[in-house]
């Protein structure tokens, strides 16, 4: 393995285990987690942009701080 594939390697190896972590604390009730993971599936950071998993992630985010209510337009 040359050093640039090695560095790819290493790189996507961190955004994975970095997704893993965010996604523990939002299952642990971490609402600034759960917000981090919808604006990562909206910007397609470290996972492919899907914007119906990005909303489903948000809604968890502000279903965790109660202070919102969010209309679907």
Known sequence: MN???ENLVSNFAFK???YRYIEAAAANGDELAAF???YMHMKGLSV???FT???KRF???IAKVGAVEVKSS
């Open 3 to 5: 050093p640039s594939s």
């Open 16 to 18: 994975c285990n970095l």
């Open 36 to 38: 981090n993971l919808g």
């Open 48 to 50: 492919p942009q899907n």
């Open 53 to 55: 998993e990005a909303r």
């Open 59 to 61: 809604d968890a985010a």
